[in-house]
Nanobody, 116 residues
Framework: QVQLVESGGGLVQPGGSLRLSCAAS????????MRWYRQTPGKEPEVVAS????????SYADAVKGRFTISRDNAKNTVNLQMNSLKPEDTAVYYC?????????YGQGTQVTVSS
């Protein structure tokens, strides 16, 4: 069955870095656009970064441009999110998402807390 498993979250001080990973299985990963989005209580989910299947084009939310980098490894069926210069407002549960011809799939999320 389809699985998206996020890892790499945790507690980090402002200005620090984290690298999130999402391991995918059960579908043709290379054919799917992959996204990272985040959610905090009381707020709408926010897509922070995406990477296409066709040419690996990336896009970012304005709030994270220049600080976050999304990448994918189609051989390993993984998508990563390198997060640098983290701010307290980056605190959220981060989810990976796959969208393609077979449907839309979601992971269970990983908590990122930025605090001193």
């Amino acid at each position: 069955q389809v699985q998206l498993v996020e890892s790499g979250g945790g507690l980090v001080q402002p200005g620090g870095s984290l690298r999130l990973s999402c391991a995918a299985s059960g579908f043709t990963f290379a054919s799917y656009t992959m996204r990272w989005y985040r959610q905090t209580p009381g707020k709408e989910p926010e897509v922070v970064a995406s990477i296409t299947s066709a040419d690996g084009s990336t896009s970012y939310a304005d709030a994270v441009k220049g600080r976050f980098t999304i990448s994918r490894d189609n051989a390993k069926n993984t998508v990563n999110l390198q997060m640098n210069s983290l701010k307290p407002e980056d605190t959220a549960v981060y989810y990976c998402n796959a969208a393609g011809y077979g449907g839309i799939y979601y992971g269970q999320g990983t908590q990122v807390t930025v605090s001193s």
